[in-house]
């Protein structure tokens, strides 16, 4: 079952420019919301995280954006690069139970 | 710090025979394991859960006895699937839970011919 929407499903931007994905939950028990990065043929990596007792979290060029009443998160990368270009994957989890969302496929345009 | 070390990174093998794929602790002790896995441009989808020194828990629609997932120790976490068919080829990828996040393995490519 998909306790985590995130869309776009697939994202085009132009280098410099602001990529946003954004993801939305269910379960109001989940407490920590992480987004990974994952490259063709490799394991998802941590690119950032919040729990909800924050709003804003800022790390370099990635923000997380959290919305507790709406129940609902985004990633936003500044300044988006070629090497930027991956899938990107928003979770939500509480404990270990983590779940993630369908993934969005990001294409930064030199 | 924190690595999860997955082998093999890739493995094609016939049809009706069994394969491992092994998930290692590097320099912490994992007393749990995720087992994922991610078909071509999807999402991981949760397969099982393994604790050390007691059974798996399987997510529903996981046959148990075709993924069988073993964690002897606190540094080693295990999944064989058994007598894999077509289907079962993917993306498999293991992830221990961290004070701070979960620690993802490199991920293992299985292709069954």
């Known amino acids: 079952q998909q306790q985590v929407k995130q869309s776009p499903q697939s994202l085009i931007v132009q280098k410099g420019g602001i990529s946003i994905i954004n993801c939305a939950y269910e379960n109001t028990a989940f407490d920590y919301f992480p987004w990974y990065q994952q490259f063709p043929g490799k394991g998802p990596a941590l690119l950032i995280a919040?729990?909800?007792?924050?709003s804003e979290k800022k790390e370099g060029r990635f923000t997380i954006s959290f919305n507790k009443s709406a129940k609902q998160f985004s990633l936003h990368i500044m300044d988006s690069q070629p090497g930027d270009s991956a899938t990107y994957f928003c979770?939500?989890?509480?404990?270990?139970?983590?779940?993630f969302g369908a993934g969005t496929r990001l294409t930064v345009k030199p | 710090g924190a690595v999860v070390s997955q082998h093999p990174s890739w493995v094609i093998c016939k049809s009706g025979t069994s394969v491992k794929i092994e998930c290692r602790s590097l320099d912490f002790q994992a007393t749990t394991m995720f087992w994922y896995r991610q078909f071509p441009k999807q999402s991981l989808m949760l397969m099982a859960t393994s604790n050390e020194g007691s059974k798996a828990t399987y997510e529903q629609g996981v046959e148990k006895d075709k993924f069988l997932i073993n964690h002897a120790s606190l540094t080693l976490s295990t999944l064989t699937v058994t007598s894999a068919h077509p289907e079962d080829s993917s993306f498999y990828i293991c992830?221990?839970?961290?004070?701070?996040?979960?620690?993802f393995g490199s991920g293992t490519r299985l292709t069954v011919v």
């Open positions: 919040i729990r909800p007792d924050v």
């Open positions: 979770a939500a989890s509480k404990g270990g139970d983590m779940r």
């Open positions: 992830s221990a839970p961290r004070q701070y996040g979960y620690t």
